[in-house]
């Protein structure tokens, strides 16, 4: 089964200083989608930034940027410069193909929620 | 942002009575998710859509119903609701391999 693990629950950061979520999967496949989506209080669910697996380089969104480990199935989120308006829950996702259906499922992780501390 | 809409955004009802959750797209999306999430959970998949008639079963899918009779709505009925089935429920929408975009959820509370 493919899973999603996310080992941090909470973690805080001062503001303007960087920080990094981890985030570890489990696939048999080669092809799959990951990304990272931001819960900010508002319950809203915004996404963050995408990465194909049969990229080698690492997905970069202003202060946001991946490393992405294929090979160790590992894909952190690095936030740059940290803001308050940084503060959120992360979920890390994983998108792979049902063999069924042919339709496309999400697993997520159980998020880890982040303090920007002023 | 993509045209979803949850409705309603909050529901408090009583264990035992019938429930139903609105999605609606405006984006002609073929894909449609319901999700629950909970505390330490994150987000569990309870039914998907990939067409119109077209649904299969996610892995919390037990006491819960879907029906997607055209292309904007996807229903999802909780037939006799429970206590446990209190939740935060998100619709999220995507084509193909695009990233998956949510409505705003819809809070409900069985008691």
């Known amino acids: 089964a493919q899973t999603v693990t996310q080992s941090q629950p909470e973690m805080s950061v001062q503001e303007a200083e960087t920080v990094t979520l981890s985030c570890t999967y489990d696939t048999s496949e080669n092809n799959y989608y990951l990304f990272w989506y931001k819960q900010p209080p508002s319950r809203q669910m915004i996404l963050v930034i995408r990465?194909?697996?049969?990229?080698?380089q690492n997905a970069t969104e202003n202060r946001f940027s991946v490393n992405f480990q294929k090979a160790a199935k590992s894909f952190s989120l690095k936030i740059s410069d940290s803001q308050l308006g940084d503060t959120a829950m992360y979920f890390c996702?994983?998108?792979?193909?049902?063999?069924?259906?042919?339709?496309?499922?999400?697993?997520f992780g159980t998020g880890t929620r982040l303090k920007v501390l002023a | 942002d993509a045209g979803i809409t949850q409705s309603p955004r909050h529901k408090v009802t009583e264990t035992g009575t019938p429930v139903t959750l609105r999605c609606h797209q405006t984006?002609?999306?073929?894909?449609m998710y319901w999700y629950r999430q909970d505390p330490g959970h994150g987000l569990r998949l309870i039914h998907y859509?990939?067409?119109?008639?077209?649904?299969d079963k996610g892995e919390v899918s037990d006491g819960y119903s879907v029906s997607r009779s055209k292309t904007e709505d996807f229903l999802l009925t909780l037939e006799s609701a429970t206590s446990s089935q209190t939740s935060v429920y998100f619709c999220a929408i995507s084509n193909s391999n695009q990233p998956q975009h949510f409505g705003d959820g819809t809070r409900l509370s069985i008691l």
């Open positions: 859509s990939y067409g119109v008639k077209d649904t």
């Open positions: 996702a994983f998108m792979t193909t049902s063999s069924t259906s042919g339709t496309y499922k999400y697993i």
């Open positions: 990465q194909e697996a049969y990229k080698q």
């Open positions: 984006e002609n999306h073929r894909y």
